[in-house]
């Protein structure tokens, strides 16, 4: 059996779903589970929701409005009878949204988050079912809650891989042999049945959740991009597609933050040694690109830029050295701001690393850092990784640049640099 994963832009808007009915219809013959995330940007639309609720500012309802006519247009578009079920079953998964708002914000943010921004994944996973049984794909809908279980770090959860591998393998597998799945992407459930998160883009990771579970032949990610490509198209004009990648590449690549895979998810794959294939929604008989525990792959140089970095410098005030306590106390502190470090250096007195400037918690980190150590920080920087790097690759990227701080080791380069001026 395959699994097949569609993200938000795919199915972005009625032409997007009646695509994915296209690529399914032509993989008929197959046992397909299909996970599917939130439509187009649904998921920022509901966290701009879950703040202006929680902050009792701006209008949730106006958002929920908003978040409704969007996805209200896409059914109109896809089902001629407005009489259809589908109508009714979004429109209920909505009022749980309305149910929340029209209560006191009392709980925690992170589990009215997770509570609310699920919503987005469930809606279209809705939408895509019915239609692909309106097409004449018989289709079953499946809630991942009752698969994917996890513990309660909401916006963050971590799976309980005993439990859910248990409940996919009891349930899913006969269900298989009947028709095909669709479920959501990036949700979970805890034991005690609340919603839960995996994090942000985390549909990729659902995907090889299921996949290692069922022990699925491959895991097929369908993307706007032609596959892994050398760069972020975004960024860069000339990029180059990478056809063959292994896995420890891929997980490189994703860890520094090339964003075209979430990074959990390969490595459940390599476990189980199943193979990801990253493909074209548009051009679907594109090859695209295979990741697999190949080592033959030619060593093609790849580029990943993070904007908005922040260079914190920590120092201890006592000018004692940079040693074990005094970094295990410093990682505790970005841990508990829930901080991730994107690049880090040390010298015998001080510790630099470069965060993303995320605002308020930040702030917050500095704020704590101050209370022990001496604290420098520099914004508006960007950090440059190159992967397979040379001279050439490294001179490409710094036209009009100055270098912070640079790391390298045999394989990578990560430049931390700053805009020159004018
Ligand atoms: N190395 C890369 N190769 C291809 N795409 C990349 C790469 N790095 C970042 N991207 C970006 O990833 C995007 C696809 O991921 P994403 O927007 O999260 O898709 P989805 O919503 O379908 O999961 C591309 O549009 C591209 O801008
Ligand atoms: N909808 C969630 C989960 C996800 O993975 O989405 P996408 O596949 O569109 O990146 C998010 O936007 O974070």
Same mark, same amino acid.
């Given at each position: 059996m395959q699994v097949f994963k569609f993200g938000g832009a795919s199915v972005k808007d009625a032409e997007g779903v009646v695509n994915l009915g296209r690529i399914i219809s032509s993989h008929r013959n197959n046992t397909l589970l299909i996970v599917v995330s939130a439509m187009g940007k649904t998921t920022n639309l509901l966290e701009e929701l879950t703040i202006a609720y929680t902050k009792q500012q701006d209008d949730p309802f106006a958002l929920l409005q908003q978040t409704k006519q969007y996805h209200d247009d896409i059914m109109h578009a896809l089902f &001629? !009878? !407005? %009489? *259809? /079920?589908v109508f009714n079953e979004v429109a209920n998964r909505f009022v749980e949204i309305e149910w929340i708002l029209e =209560?006191? /914000? &009392?709980?925690p943010f992170d589990y009215l988050y997770d509570q609310i921004v699920s919503i987005g994944e469930l809606v279209s996973t809705t939408i895509v079912s019915h239609y692909l049984n309106e097409i004449g794909v018989k289709s079953k809908w499946l809630d991942a809650r009752e698969y994917i279980v996890t513990d309660?770090? *909401?916006? =963050?959860a971590h799976v309980d891989w005993a439990a859910t591998e248990i409940r996919i393998r009891s349930a899913i597998p006969d269900i298989l042999e009947k028709q095909l799945v669709v479920t959501q992407g990036f949700i979970g459930s805890t034991t005690e049945n609340f919603t839960t998160t995996l994090g942000r883009e985390g549909s990729d990771y659902s995907a090889a959740i299921f996949a290692a579970c069922l022990g699925a032949e491959s895991v097929t990610i369908w993307k706007d991009? /032609?596959?892994?490509? %050398? &760069? !972020?198209p975004k960024w860069f004009d000339e990029t180059l597609l990478i056809p063959e990648l292994s896995y420890l590449d891929a997980i490189e690549l994703t860890y520094y933050g090339a964003t075209v895979i979430h990074p959990k998810t390969i490595k459940p794959l390599q476990n189980k040694d199943i193979t990801l294939y990253v493909k074209s929604f548009v051009d679907i008989e594109n090859g695209g690109t295979q990741i697999r525990g190949t080592n033959g792959s030619l060593p093609v140089p790849s580029f990943i830029f993070k904007v908005n970095q922040v260079l914190v410098s920590i120092l201890p005030k006592d000018f004692s050295f940079i040693v074990e306590d005094n970094l295990s106390d410093i990682f505790s502190r970005f841990h508990l701001h829930k901080i991730k470090v994107n690049m880090m250096h040390n010298s015998a007195v001080s510790f630099s690393v470069s965060i993303d400037d995320t605002g308020d918690n930040v702030l917050a980190l500095l704020d704590d850092l101050r209370a022990r150590y001496d604290v420098a920080h520099q914004r508006g920087l960007e950090l440059i990784t190159i992967r397979y790097y040379n001279q050439q690759t490294i001179d490409r990227v710094l036209v009009d640049k100055e270098i912070i701080m640079e790391l390298k080791d045999s394989c990578t380069c990560q430049l931390l640099v700053r805009k020159l001026q004018g």
């Open positions: &001629a !009878d !407005d %009489n *259809h /079920p =209560e006191y /914000p &009392a709980d309660n770090t *909401h916006r =963050e991009v /032609p596959g892994v490509l %050398n &760069a !972020d």
